[in-house]
């Protein structure tokens, strides 16, 4: 199972909303937004807001470390164990990150 060892209230609202079956993928359009879940044609607006770009980075920098995964790349696009796919974008100046962790095989 998948769970990045990483000390942020984000992480784990995060983790369980992706052991929740019935969620296909989990939306952070950028700082200061709330998260959004979707499952079949629904989506409801999550209590999960990153601050600021260097917030996002880091979660999606720590995602990458746990998975041994080293790049300079901006964009992500990452297969994760948990069954999710990370798609992500490391933004910065006036470009905001952003990422979408969608479940495969839906």
């Given at each position: 199972?998948?769970k990045?060892?990483f000390?942020n209230e984000?992480?784990?609202?995060?983790?369980l909303?992706?052991?929740t079956?019935?969620?296909?993928?989990?939306?952070?359009?950028g700082?200061n937004?709330?998260?959004?879940?979707?499952?079949?044609?629904?989506?409801?607006?999550t209590?999960i807001?990153?601050?600021d770009?260097?917030?996002?980075?880091?979660?999606i920098?720590k995602i990458?470390?746990?998975?041994?995964?080293f790049?300079?790349?901006k964009?992500?696009?990452?297969r994760?164990?948990?069954g999710?796919?990370?798609h992500?974008?490391?933004?910065?100046?006036i470009?905001?990150s952003?990422?979408i962790?969608k479940?495969?095989?839906i």
């Amino acid at each position: 199972d998948f769970k990045p060892k990483f000390k942020n209230e984000n992480w784990n609202e995060l983790d369980l909303l992706m052991k929740t079956p019935k969620i296909e993928d989990i939306n952070c359009n950028g700082p200061n937004k709330q998260v959004v879940a979707g499952y079949g044609r629904n989506s409801f607006n999550t209590n999960i807001v990153f601050k600021d770009n260097k917030e996002i980075n880091e979660f999606i920098d720590k995602i990458l470390r746990d998975m041994n995964v080293f790049t300079q790349e901006k964009v992500i696009n990452l297969r994760l164990k948990n069954g999710f796919s990370l798609h992500a974008i490391l933004g910065g100046g006036i470009i905001n990150s952003r990422f979408i962790l969608k479940r495969e095989g839906i």
